[in-house]
């Protein structure tokens, strides 16, 4: 059974650190393209950032040059750095891997950026 548990978020005040975490078991990790999504309140749920099987990396424009997404395949881990960080960043964080069509999800982890 594929789990992606996600760790790291909590309470940051402007221009703030956080790097988030997801574990994932049950799954060849190394096989799967993963990523970082977030839905804020009354919004839809956006891709953040993602990293193909073979470590290829894309982000959304709002977090270019402040976030970074890598992954320990050792590990199977998956992590993002998050830098710089900004009110309209608050949002539930989910971690995402696909394969093929294979789908999964985490649970999410709650970022609010506030003083």
């Known amino acids: 059974q594929v789990q992606l548990v996600e760790s790291g978020g909590g309470l940051v005040q402007p221009g703030g650190s956080l790097r988030l975490s997801c574990a994932a078991s049950g799954m060849t990790f190394n096989f799967y393209a993963m990523g970082w999504y977030r839905q804020a309140p009354g919004k839809q749920r956006e891709p953040v950032a993602t990293?193909?099987?073979?470590?290829?990396?894309n982000y959304a424009d709002a977090v270019k040059g402040r976030f970074t997404i890598s992954r320990d395949n050792a590990k199977n881990t998956l992590y993002l750095q998050m830098n710089s960080l900004k009110p309209e960043d608050t949002a539930v964080y989910y971690c995402?891997?696909?394969?093929?069509?294979?789908?999964?999800w985490g649970q999410g982890t709650q970022v609010t950026v506030s003083s």
């Open positions: 990293i193909t099987s073979g470590g290829t990396t």
């Open positions: 995402s891997a696909r394969f093929v069509n294979l789908d999964y």
